[in-house]
């Protein structure tokens, strides 16, 4: 038996306790739950087969009081002894997907984002939408391309046409962008032709994790009218391998920003669901944005039900993402072309000039929250991006 040490001041204390799947060395990949520095095996520590599956799914599926009691009986298990066998050093297993991803949405819930790309992609037209504040708008993404973090990301090729060229050419992405968002995962599915009020929200999500939107921009540019982003968007989206329990979040919980005009009554809320969370941006090793989730017009909930309103059923794994999380200040921007206005304003990043991601570069996305004791982290989001691979001609 052993007691699992956790360090003083470790952003995964029992305050956390996240969920994921990993493989130890020469194994098969299960749930686990990670404290301190270790990974828990939660079918070995608990003789429940339901975790010995390659995917969260199962055990999401079983719903929210089970979601309570589990995390109950591994705060008392991680408290005191745990079999030898079921512990491992976080550094020395792999980390994979840790959801069988059903259906990816991606919100646009930040007013900020917003006004600056509707600035930046529709120059001289109001930034905002005349439904913008009506309605959380989003898009249906591509789930099969959701990856876990540490996946190499492969610079999509496409068609790009700048508003100076005449005609469309083929080639590698000359704007490649992030894009640091939040990701809500839904546990408790809905039936075919009902919807899930705001304040159904915690039933029936489960946890969060930390997204990488990955944005080809110049991609984005040319093909975005009317329908929205399609293959700009849909060649990766990297997210961490932790997922936050939202039991875990309820001391992040804080109002919105005051909405006005006030949203219909199926968007109101009785209870905040805005989260304090804190994010960081790393650019090749480099901090250089602080996007801060309390500024988020749309919470989570409001996403939640607006996502089911027509009667859309939600599936156990669906993911919806809040969209980039940008606050007002510049260096609170969460994607690079909002950062360096369109590529006009660069950063300096390890002594070199940037604007958008070059082949070679790692982007790392890393947030913390308040927990019952202390502040608890979501881990981190990472992804190198390689050249393009130019035999899709
Ligand atoms: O305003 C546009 O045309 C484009 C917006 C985006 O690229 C944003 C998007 O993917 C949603 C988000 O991350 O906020
Ligand atoms: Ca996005
Ligand atoms: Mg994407």
């Known amino acids: 038996m052993t007691r699992i040490d956790i360090p003083d001041g470790s952003l995964f204390g029992v305050a956390n306790l996240p969920y994921g799947v990993f493989a130890p060395p020469g194994a098969a990949p299960r749930v686990g739950v990670r404290v301190g520095d270790s990974v828990v095996d939660l079918a070995a520590a608990l003789g429940d087969d339901v975790f010995a599956r390659p995917s969260l799914n199962a055990f999401m599926a079983q719903g929210h009081e089970r979601w309570v009691e589990v995390r109950s009986r591994v705060t008392e298990l991680v408290g005191g002894e745990v079999p030898d066998a079921a512990v491992f050093g976080v550094d020395e297993v792999e980390l994979h997907l840790p959801i069988e991803v059903a259906d990816y949405v991606d919100f646009y819930a930040s007013e900020h984002h917003a006004s600056n790309l509707g600035r930046l992609f529709r120059p001289g037209a109001e930034p905002l939408m005349p439904n913008w504040k009506h309605l959380p708008v989003g898009y249906h993404g591509r789930a099969g391309t959701v990856i876990v973090s540490g996946t190499d990301i492969v610079r999509p090729c496409g068609q790009r046409k700048a508003p100076d060229e005449d005609a469309p050419t083929y080639g590698a992405c000359r704007r490649l962008d992030i894009e640091a968002e939040l990701g809500f995962i839904v546990g408790t599915p809905s039936p075919l032709g009902t919807a899930v009020s705001t304040a159904d929200f915690a039933r029936h999500v489960f946890g969060a994790v930390l997204v990488n939107d990955w944005s080809a921009r110049d991609i984005q540019a040319w093909e975005y009218v009317p329908l929205g982003p399609f293959l700009g968007k849909s060649f990766a989206t990297s997210i961490s391998p932790w997922v936050v329990p939202l039991l875990a ?145």
Do not use: C
Not at 291 to 298: A, G, H, K, Q, S
């Open 249 to 393: 979040l309820e001391p992040a919980r804080v109002p919105t920003p005051a909405q006005d005009p006030e949203p219909l009554p199926y968007l109101r809320e009785d209870e905040p669901w805005g989260l304090d969370i804190e994010l960081s941006v790393s650019w090749n090793g480099q901090e250089v944005t602080r996007p801060p989730y309390r500024e988020m017009y749309w919470s989570p909930a409001q996403m939640l039900a607006h996502l089911t309103v027509n009667g859309a059923s939600s599936r156990t794994g669906d993911l919806y993402a809040s969209g980039t999380i940008s606050g007002e200040e510049k260096n609170q921007r969460g994607a690079f072309i909002e950062l360096t206005w369109g590529g006009k304003e660069p950063v300096t990043v390890g002594g070199e000039e940037r604007s958008f991601v070059l082949d070679g570069d790692e982007v790392v996305i890393s947030a913390t929250a308040p927990g019952t004791t202390g502040r608890i982290g979501f881990g981190e989001v990472r992804g190198r991006v390689l050249p393009a691979t130019e035999s899709r001609r």
